[in-house]
């Protein structure tokens, strides 16, 4: 594990890999990197360079509420320059879900940066917008109208920010409730705009604009539907599209959230996927 200082907070990473071309690999939700290193290690023997990295807002890094645009373009952004920090100037930007918007709006807001994507369990929908605006924001601005920036503090994800890096207390504290709410509020008002587009993240003519090779593997349920994977797939030219790594569902038989476990065992067959793709594309 290493830290840089990154647009005013400080980002935890870890390289996996010493040589060959760049892959940045994120997460979905706000969940830590850790859950990626097994899978950095299977590129890493192909001869990969994988960054992995916790966002801010999450795992070990610092916690920066900013009225910055959305908190994915806000990532997309500390992802940019903590690539040029480690001399990852070219990288394959990947990722799962939440790490999946932050590689799509990576590609559209530095494409001079980004080679190419891997994409998996794509979001999409009115479904996945409301859920998820009320998850990431929506609940804890209620926390900060109850209890002020204490209540936040003690909430499950940022207590656990605060467990691992004992100065986002003070940073959550230093916070108004007013300001918190103030930032969630634009935050999640940007997430529920994406409800009738593609894919939350991107927009048609954003998707039909991206000029570089993409790969997308598609989810089984209502948060990550496999009509939104195929509808970026459809809008980016070019795209290899893959449906059968996980179990094959209908649109009225999607699963209420994804299997963890499901992922977790399939996790070679991704790698073997994008490491052809890789290879085809000349990476």
Known sequence: MAEAQV????????????????????????????????LGRLFAKQGYRVLLHDRRNCGRSDVGIEARGSEHEIWADDLNALCKKVGANEVYAGGASAG????????????????????????????????????????????????????????????????????NRDRLMAMTPQDFIGVMGTWRENFLAAAELPVVGATEEQLRGLKMPVCIICGNDKVHTPSAARKAAGLISGTEFHDDVVAKRSDNDLLEQWDQQEWKEKEGRLAEIFIAFLKRVGA
């Open 100 to 167: 999946a918007r932050l590689a799509l709006l990576f590609a559209l807001r530095h494409p001079s940066t980004v080679k190419g994507l891997l994409l998996w369990r794509l979001t999409g929908g009115q479904h996945a917008a409301q859920k998820l605006a009320q998850q990431y924001y929506g609940s804890f601005m209620e926390l900060a109208k109850i209890g002020g920036m204490a209540a936040v503090c003690a909430s499950e994800h940022f207590g656990e920010c605060i467990a691992a890096r004992p100065s």
């Open 7 to 38: 647009r005013g907070v400080t980002l935890n990473y870890e390289i996996v890999g010493d040589r060959g071309a760049w892959i940045a690999l994120t997460p979905g939700s706000r969940r830590s990197y850790d859950e990626l290193i097994p």
